[in-house]
């Protein structure tokens, strides 16, 4: 199995920047991407940013220049650096991981999600 545990979420003030983290666990052969996501209430989820194994990112137009993803590939986290808040911003993060499981040899490979954290600027 594998687990994604989320970190960083809050509260801040529009202008201001939070640091997301996000940990994979468990049994991982190799992790192909991962990804933040975020909901707002009574939208669909949306992709936020997203980086793959060798280290290509691409981003939602809206965040360009203002959020940036990056990844530690040793602590299998990926962190996602938000400045210059906006309310609209306000929503639940999601991390997302494509990962083949495995020890040895690669077994299955699937998608995975966090349990997700609140992120809340105020204007």
């Known amino acids: 199995q594998v687990q994604l545990v989320e970190s960083g979420g809050g509260l801040v003030q529009a202008g201001g920047s939070l640091r997301l983290s996000c940990a994979a666990s468990g049994s991982i052969f190799s992790i192909n991407a991962m990804g933040w996501y975020r909901q707002a209430p009574g939208k669909q989820r949306e992709l936020v940013a997203r980086?793959?194994?060798?280290?290509?990112?691409n981003y939602a137009d809206s965040v360009k220049g203002r959020f940036t993803i990056s990844r530690d590939n040793a602590k299998n986290t990926v962190l996602l650096q938000m400045n210059s808040l906006k309310p609209e911003d306000t929503a639940v993060y999601y991390c997302n991981g494509d990962i083949t499981q495995g020890t040895t040899w690669p077994t299955v490979r699937g998608d995975y999600w966090g349990q997700g954290t609140q992120v809340t600027v105020s204007s």
């Open positions: 980086i793959i194994s060798r280290g290509s990112t």
